[in-house]
């Protein structure tokens, strides 16, 4: 495992129900890394959203591209359609739903409680935090985070870079690096 905060332990509880071994350790850094080779384990991402939302994503990206390849990750209480597609690297926490059609990029995480309903799209290295609801054929660009119980209501665009507040119901589509607060949610730019 990378990482060793709050998200990191909920991981390994996942992990362990899950009958999972993980290593002895959290890795915290590239030295220890440096002594394993990439076929002989699968990574898993225990930094969760931060003030720097790419900074899980430049993990990911790092150690992809020194050949490792990251575990997919779904609680046992979680469910997940047979139609859904989730890429390398996804955890998907407990309670989670995750109806027809939905697809998630790399390095993803639904976090407990979350709801993503059909024929959404999650771009890589986003984060659906505690309890949120994506209605259908949302689509949330990459690095975003979208916040606990947020709402964003069906056909909605969320672009790249951007951040949904705790709370806020979108409405209305939210370009690219920006945030969106409020009820209804309000946009602005990150800048």
């Keep these: ?34 002594a394993i080779s990439p076929s002989d384990v699968l990574l898993i991402n225990g930094i969760g959203s931060s003030s720097d939302l790419g900074v899980r994503a430049a993990v990911f990206e790092r150690h992809k591209a020194a050949g490792f390849n990251f575990l997919q990750l779904q609680a046992q209480t979680a469910h997940i359609s047979a139609s859904a597609k989730l890429l390398e690297g996804v955890q998907v926490m407990h309670m989670a739903v995750i109806h027809s059609e939905v697809v998630f990029e790399d390095n993803v995480i639904v976090n407990t409680g979350a709801i993503v309903e059909h024929h959404c799209v999650v771009c890589a290295s986003s984060h659906i935090a505690v309890g949120a609801v994506l209605c259908g054929n949302v689509v949330i660009g990459s690095h975003t985070h979208v916040g606990a119980n947020a709402t964003i209501l069906q056909g909605v665009r969320v672009g790249s870079n951007c951040i949904i507040g705790a709370g806020a119901v979108v409405l209305h589509d939210v370009p690219d690096n920006s945030i969106a607060v409020g009820v209804p949610a309000v946009v602005k730019s990150r800048s």
């Design 1 to 34: 495992m990378l990482g060793a905060g709050g998200h990191a332990r909920v991981l390994q509880e996942v992990l362990d129900e899950a009958g999972h071994e993980l290593a002895a350790e959290p890795i915290t850094d590239d030295a220890a890394l440096g």
